[in-house]
């Protein structure tokens, strides 16, 4: 019997359409047929973690663990870049991660359920009659307990709409890094 045998490959090659090889850890590529044979094997224990495909950092750790990785932690930091809750602007590296849906509720640890807030606002949504809901597409509704609902969008939309209520001259995609401000105002040397 072998015990702690770590193996990583895609759900292609396990559910038999495709026949990459999986990477087993400290040896290797392990030829498709044999992962499948240990992965089915009745005695061994899966842990689903799903990857970015492109980075092969991981996105999803399901419900096997509370703490996010460091990877799914800083994308979300990057994500939401300051305190989700509306009109709190404290930055993202200063914030708490937090599980939408309670992880004790089945609620899943991925970048789909996790919020930056601060701990003042933190310690607000676990506070009696305060509900949070992050929808499909990552705009977070917030309940009080008088029942006033605030939405807040995504926040890489909040920034880009604030930024172009700032500047309603420019385009939203126009470049203004590496320009010299001479170059800027249209004067040239």
Same mark, same amino acid.
């Given at each position: 019997?072998?015990?702690?045998?770590?193996?990583?490959?895609?759900?292609?090659?396990?559910? $038999?359409?495709?026949?990459?090889?999986?990477?087993?850890?400290? /040896?290797?590529? *392990?030829? &498709?047929?044999?992962?499948?044979?240990?992965?089915?094997?009745?005695? +061994?224990?899966?842990?689903?973690?799903? =990857? %970015?495909?492109?980075? $092969?950092?991981?996105? %999803?750790?399901?419900?096997?663990?509370?703490?996010? !990785? &460091?990877?799914?932690?800083?994308?979300?930091?990057?994500?939401?870049? @300051?305190? #989700?809750?509306?009109?709190?602007?404290?930055? &993202?590296? %200063?914030?708490?991660?937090?599980?939408?849906?309670?992880?004790?509720?089945?609620?899943?640890?991925?970048?789909?359920?996790?919020?930056?807030?601060?701990?003042?606002?933190? #310690?607000?949504?676990?506070?009696?009659?305060?509900?949070? /809901?992050?929808? %499909?597409? $990552? +705009?977070?509704?917030?309940?009080? !307990?008088?029942?006033?609902?605030?939405?807040?969008?995504?926040?890489? @939309? #909040?920034?880009?709409?604030?930024? =172009?209520?700032? /500047?309603? #001259?420019? !385009?939203?995609?126009?470049?203004?890094?590496? *320009?010299? &401000?001479?170059?800027?105002? $249209?004067? =040239?040397?």
């Amino acid at each position: 019997m072998i015990r702690g045998l770590h193996g990583n490959h895609d759900s292609a090659t396990l559910i $038999g359409l495709a026949e990459n090889p999986a990477e087993l850890a400290g /040896h290797g590529p *392990l030829p &498709a047929s044999i992962a499948r044979a240990i992965a089915f094997d009745p005695n +061994s224990t899966w842990r689903r973690i799903i =990857t %970015d495909p492109h980075t $092969g950092a991981p996105v %999803d750790v399901g419900r096997t663990r509370y703490r996010p !990785p &460091a990877v799914t932690a800083d994308h979300v930091k990057i994500r939401d870049r @300051e305190c #989700r809750f509306p009109t709190c602007h404290r930055p &993202a590296h %200063d914030t708490d991660l937090d599980h939408v849906i309670p992880y004790q509720r089945n609620g899943d640890t991925n970048t789909g359920n996790l919020i930056g807030l601060c701990r003042r606002h933190h #310690r607000t949504k676990h506070t009696p009659g305060w509900h949070f /809901h992050l929808t %499909d597409t $990552g +705009s977070l509704h917030i309940t009080t !307990p008088t029942g006033h609902t605030y939405r807040t969008p995504r926040q890489y @939309e #909040r920034r880009r709409r604030e930024s =172009t209520q700032r /500047h309603p #001259r420019l !385009p939203s995609r126009t470049p203004l890094v590496g *320009l010299r &401000a001479g170059a800027a105002a $249209g004067r =040239t040397r």
